[in-house]
């Protein structure tokens, strides 16, 4: 104690430093060990466990359950054709909600541009499906898409199409109402991304007499391009391992549409192979890491 | 003074850190406490169990604490809670009944029991599952007891075997049936009787329309309602391939016609499950379903029930735990017009009768892991009274107690009882492996193609899944390559 | 010519505004379709043509709140037993023909639902604020990659972790448990929580800190006294984020949870009963549950952007 007061009184700084160092980690330390805990842990541990054979269900037995079959298992899963034909799914669910709400999202965000009364009223009720639960989200449409009293055929005129469990459209039925719960997410980027381009950009282009094309491609798209981005990596990752949406329209099963992440879901869960499903899921997981590394790639080209 | 604060500030963070993360601690503190207080009263009811010198039902008066069943989240599960009501009365015994989703009770009890929980004392689980609880060690064998009880001779034999017993077979009971369920029929009274309707039929097919009498009869009578133009359609059967929907359907239809899933004793698959009876019967399904409503191919319970009330279709398949929503006036118009049936007979290609109904429904175990053994048996002893069972009925349960269906009273009780009661004595169960839900799956998976669009022939759907099911029980232990 | 060239504009304006109200109408039809639904009394959910004006029924909200058997067939009450109904007994029975048995499972769901995400919305937010100032006040070292770490951890696919989490919880007796579900709660907001705030605190002039630490304070008072009221907003906008995020989840409710701490995500879209699936019901419990969430956005509009970004877009 003694000393400290010394050090104190003797150099400030250094000790403010010092105690600065005790406030650092009792601020992050709980932050940190906490993800650790439930995060990187478990992320370890699915790790060793996907090189296994365990099954939940059964109780542990070691050589038996789990028995570790190294890489084989992984070998095993790529060779198999239904999971790629479920990676394809995957992708085409990915490919089509993204691609939705990339177009209707900017579109919806240049409609907006403009201001007038009542601008922020729309704005917030646009935004209303984004803050729904997926599964609730998916309920609706649910009940929406009855082809025996829903209004979706109804209103389009379209006859009784069974959108939620026919195999020929139950993954539009989840396009769709992905695409209606988070185009506003991308609406509210490209606002924002809209926003922030500066007025005389315009006004220099005006004075050009350039055209609305022009002034579109040259002043407009790149200036919103990086949030555009932005906002296609976040929906590209969360649209991977969306599960909620398409299992609230179509349950899970044959009727639902050929997702890997339901598939997951199924193998670890229902059939309690935990070995499969850890391995499954670090497919995923590397899947997403490099679709985001590309895209991050280009982001950081674009910023430039 | 500063460096009082960074202590201070240390000890908040550190207690920040110890709540938050050490809840783990906590909760096992928390557990440890609610254990303790439930071995407590595991004791007491032990210790007045000795004092009672374990006299058989004696025991039964001085019981105390609480029973947990669980079961799936239904209004037979709120009758079965109603009808404990009269076990509090006479025991004083607390029974909670927790409801769990269908979609998920048999994975979340699966989950509780491989983690080894008391969180319930009977669970009245599955049919099918009996074997996976059984061989995982989760239920306790009831052999014993169901010998000194009567529940062998009480109890109609096909439902002890289908839900109890594991291996079936084997001589082994698991368990005590509580809601016999089994696929029946309902059909439109209204329209089967209508003269202009009979005697189209009649010039048509050349013999009278009536209730159908085998499968050909029902195919021809869905042929002659089925009327696209004008929204009425042949039948509702099941095509929902999610779960245990179709298969449900095409095992009845299997043995119907003299084919089978394969021999439950050997294991046996291929030579069976693709037989030439086994794919007759396949084919019918496909008949029949080609005169289902449209979007009919993720059909279970609730849609076959919409097809039926919407006034779509003559004559409906579905469990019977679902004809009470059909018999209400309020939310079925056409339910005083309502008939019900069980599954007609066929005639196989051998020439041999035969008469099936698939099987649902439920029984009731004793969870080994549970501290309140002696309360879930005494349940089960008050259970099996006869007049209990009567009881069980009247409320709306579905019993299998032999002398309860075989009542009077039972069968005038509602208009399908009668046809219930015909369904116990044909049902008959899937695999009861614990591997069943892989089988379930893989059956759904090759026999759905060709059921819903006629893909490929039946003879291929019924090789390709005998060739999967060969290969998990190779991978299970129980054929040898 | 300018003139006529304003009045185009203003033409193509109105067009354009008319345009937006419609896609927006358009846009809420589902929504609508949904609490259309949840009047709706039980004959008329499954009709064809779909209706959308009848006279509203209470119904779907009494259902979706009690536990119900339907009277065996052939049951006639008296008019004495109708009499001493209650006011929801008897909409239900001239409904449907059903007797409420007991409560619904609907309110402990909810009530749950608002623990845990109350709980582990607070928790997030203390331990995210005391973090999120210290990586934006010092100097840390690998503080980008901690940081990057933390992030990372909120773009896992919650299925990777959840099988160990499951089975570690399991063991640990916090599968159905709501202290297990608000610590799998609070580490999935934390990533989130610590970026956000990082953000708006890096916003506050760090000369008001240094002038407070010049009049006598301690780090640990500018921090409380001045960093926290200033970044007050942040903090509440914060939160409500953490509540929208928290009270919508529904994958590890589904899979860690079955009754005692289940939330409503996991339980609602089960709603069959005897008499088929409770549209009604399912409509109505919908409804009531997506009120908070609604409630939470409209207060936080200004700040959507920023959080649904991470902190990386500041408006």
Known sequence: MLRGRKENTSTELQYRALSDQALIRAFVLPTIVLLVFVNIFPLFWSLILSFSNFTAKFPLVWGKNPKFLGIEQYIRLLADPAIWGRFITTAKYVILSVGGEMILGFGLALLLQIKFKGREVITTLLVLPMTMSPVIVGLMWKLFYDPNWGMFNYLLGLGKIDWATDIKYNLYAAVIADVWMWTPFVMLLALAGLGAIPQYLYEAAEVDRASWWHKFTKITLPMVWPLLLVALIFRTMEAFKVFDIAMGISGRGATAPQLLSIYLYDTAFVNWKTGVGSALGYIVLIMIIAITNIFIKYLNKAKQ | ?481 | MAAVNRKKVSVTRILVIILIVIITFVYMVPLLFVIDTSFKPWTMIKEWPPRIFFKPSIAPYIRIFTARTVYPPGTTLTQEQIDNMTWYQKIVYQESNEEIVRRGDFPLRYLNSLIITVVSTAITILMATFAAYAFSRFKIRGKNDILFFILSTRMLPAVVVLIPIFLMFRKLGLGDNHIGMIILYTAFNLSFAVWVLKGFIDEIPIEYEEAAMVDGYTRFQTFWKIIVPQAMTGIAATAVFCFIFSWNEFGFAFIMTKSRAQTIPPWLPYQMGVLGYDWGAAAAGAVLFIIPALVFTIILRKNLVRGITFGAIRK
């Not at chain 2, 029973?67 to 209004?75: C, E, F, P, Y």
């Not at chain 2, 090759?446 to 999967?468: H, N, R």
């Open chain 2, 1 to 481: 003074m500063k460096s009082k604060w960074s202590i201070i500030i240390a000890v908040i963070m550190a207690v920040t850190m110890v709540v938050t993360l050490s809840m783990v601690g906590c909760k096992t503190t928390a557990d440890e406490t609610t254990m303790a207080e439930e071995t407590t009263a595991a004791a007491e009811t032990a210790a007045e169990e000795t004092t009672a010198a374990a006299e058989e039902t004696t025991a039964a008066a001085e019981l105390s604490g609480e029973l947990r069943i669980v079961w799936a989240q239904w209004a037979p599960a709120d009758y079965l809670q109603k009808l404990s009501e009269g076990f509090t009365a006479e025991t004083g015994v607390k029974v909670t009944i927790e409801q769990i989703p269908w979609e998920t009770f048999v994975q979340k009890y699966n989950a509780e029991m491989i983690a080894q929980n008391d969180t319930w004392d009977i669970i009245v689980g599955d049919s099918q599952d009996v074997g996976a609880m059984a061989t995982g060690g989760h239920y306790v064998d009831l052999t014993q007891w169901c010998t000194d009880n009567g529940v062998l001779d009480s109890f109609t034999p096909a439902s002890m075997t289908y839900y109890a017993e594991y291996p079936k077979g084997g001589g082994q009971y698991w368990g005590v049936p509580v809601e016999g369920d089994a696929l029946g029929w309902a059909y439109r009274k209204d329209l089967f009787e209508d003269p202009e309707n009979m005697e189209a039929f009649k010039a048509k097919y050349g013999y009278d329309l009536d209730v159908p009498k085998d499968y050909d009869m029902m195919l021809d009578i869905a042929e002659f309602f089925h009327d696209p133009d004008n929204d009425f359609y042949g039948i509702a059967i099941y095509g929902d391939n999610g779960y245990d929907s179709m298969v449900m359907f095409a095992e009845q239809m299997i043995w119907s016609y003299g084919g089978d899933l394969g021999d439950y004793s050997t294991n046996q698959v291929k030579g069976i499950l693709d037989s030439d009876a086994s794919v007759d019967g396949l084919e019918m399904y496909r008949a029949l379903f080609q005169y289902t409503p449209p979007a009919f191919n993720d059909a279970f319970f609730v849609k076959a029930n919409d097809a039926f009330v919407a006034g779509k279709v003559p004559m409906s398949c579905n469990y019977f735990a679902f004809f009470p929503g059909l018999a209400n006036e309020a939310t079925n118009p056409y339910a005083a017009d309502t008939g019900y049936f069980p599954c007609p007979q066929q005639v196989g290609s051998d020439g041999v009768k035969r008469q099936f109904a698939a099987l649902g429904g439920q029984a009731a175990s004793v969870v080994t892991y549970s501290k309140n053994q002696d309360l879930a048996f005494a349940w089960l002893e008050w259970f099996i009274k006869p007049d209990v069972q009567l009881e069980w009925a009247k409320l709306g349960g579905y019993t299998c107690h032999a002398d309860t269906l075989a009542s009077d009273e039972f069968l005038n009780a509602t208009p399908y009882n009668a046809a219930f009661a015909k369904s116990m004595e044909i049902f008959k169960d899937f695999w009861a492996v614990p591997e069943y839900s892989e089988l379930l799956t893989t059956m759904s998976a090759t026999v759905g193609p060709y059921v819903i669009t006629g893909t490929g022939t039946a003879k291929e759907a019924l090789e390709a899944c005998a060739e999967e099911w060969t290969r998990i029980f190779i991978e299970a232990g129980y054929l040898s390559e």
